[in-house]
């Protein structure tokens, strides 16, 4: 019949074949693609650690006295406590999520820049250097490497081996497992969370994971050097929704995420490293973990480097679902200059477990937080 369509036996079955290799094809060449225009990322990839054992409260070795330092001029309240190369101009942000909201805690605004000669000269010694006689001058060396040597803890060597620690007081591979809940935008959040501390030699990693269950997930990661003087990051990037966003911090200078860059400060941290920090420094006694003292430093995001100060507020005794009653210092940090809002971080550290930060509370408002409280850690 004239018009009509006819059908070669088994024709229909080749053309649903044929169709579906296109498809197939198709599906691969968008992957790849998708492969080639996905941001190179900064960081290295390092192994995960094998971890063999479970961390449980035990009496805290006692931190040995730091060596003495030389007196440094704390900075006046008119100190610069921000850096950027260039005023940030004002642009609308979409309401954020309740991740970004946490990543957000350790990211203010960026508040209108001093001049860079202002930001550097904040950096520089507070006094010029006094001329030293000869004979002084001959026992220098040794001074200094009193000085710059770090502290070294009250117990023996075994014994700080079996507080879960190295030999050079750094905390041994460690992955603590946290609970998280709170509440955002009238609703209650659960979800978990993580912070991974690995070393290699004189390498390191620090990772924090949360995972907010039906929103989305964040990732952030440092990676450097360890130094006798603290961690020296290299790196830092953070992996969300909106995309990664990552800071490089070289010898002098720090390349923020939009390719500005600015000063680096002496002993500068960022989001993720300041926990295994601080944790190093209450166990090594640099800093003492003490009600009613503070603890300063520079922190590096991909948005800027601010001056952050953490007051010792409490010393508490926290529920948690795995080791019960634990005891805990509670540090606050003081606001920051020209905030993007009322976004603050707390910590809670233990020294039962390690000075190892067993709680952390991201405060977003009167009604809207994220709390992580510690389930788990697991140790080399």
């Known amino acids: 019949m004239a018009g009509a369509a006819f059908l070669v036996p088994g024709s229909g079955r ?19 693609l998708a492969r080639q225009l996905e941001p190179t990322s900064i960081l290295r990839a390092m192994p995960a650690p094998m971890l063999t054992r479970l961390l449980q409260p035990e009496a805290p070795v006692p931190p040995a006295p730091p060596p003495p330092r030389p007196a440094a001029r704390k900075p006046a309240r008119a100190a610069v406590t921000s850096i950027a190369s260039k005023p940030a101009a004002p642009r609308p942000r979409p309401a954020a999520s309740a991740a970004e909201a946490v990543a957000a805690a350790a990211e203010p605004e960026e508040p209108s820049p001093p001049p860079v000669a202002e930001a550097q000269s904040a950096l520089e010694p507070a006094s010029a250097p006094v001329p030293v006689p000869a004979d002084v001058a001959a026992s220098a060396p040794a001074a200094t490497e009193a000085v710059a040597a770090p502290p070294r803890a009250a117990a023996s060597e075994p014994a700080a081996a079996s507080q879960g620690r ?35 030699d004189q390498r390191y990693q620090t990772r924090v994971d949360i995972d907010i269950t039906l929103l989305v997930s964040l990732a952030m990661t440092s990676q450097g050097e360890v130094t006798p003087l603290g961690l020296k990051p290299e790196a830092y990037e953070e992996l969300r929704r909106s995309g990664p966003r990552s800071a490089r911090m070289g010898e002098d200078t720090i390349v923020l995420s939009d390719g500005r860059k600015v000063p680096k400060p002496q002993g500068v941290q960022d989001t993720a490293s300041q926990f295994v920090e601080l944790s190093h420094r209450f166990s090594s006694g640099q800093e003492r973990l003490e009600v009613g003292r503070s603890v300063t430093f520079w922190m590096a995001r991909p948005g800027g480097v601010d001056l952050w100060t953490y007051d010792i507020v409490g010393r508490d005794m926290l529920k948690t679902p795995a080791f019960g009653e634990v005891e805990a210092f ?7 200059t020209n905030p993007r809002g009322n976004i603050a971080a707390e910590m809670w550290f233990a020294p039962s477990l390690q000075y190892l930060p067993v709680r952390i509370r991201i405060n977003m408002g009167e009604e809207t937080y994220v709390d992580l409280m510690v389930d788990k850690i697991e140790q080399r």
Request: net charge positive; aromatic share 8%; charged share 20%.
């Open 14 to 32: 080749r053309l649903l074949a044929l169709s579906a290799l296109v498809l197939l094809a198709h599906a691969v060449a968008l992957d790849w």
């Open 330 to 336: 509670h540090l606050k940090p003081r606001n920051i």
């Open 166 to 200: 190295d030999l050079d007081g750094w905390p041994v591979d460690t992955r603590l497992n946290y609970r998280l809940g709170g509440l955002f935008r009238n609703g209650e959040l659960h979800g978990s969370a993580r912070v991974q501390w690995q070393r290699q």
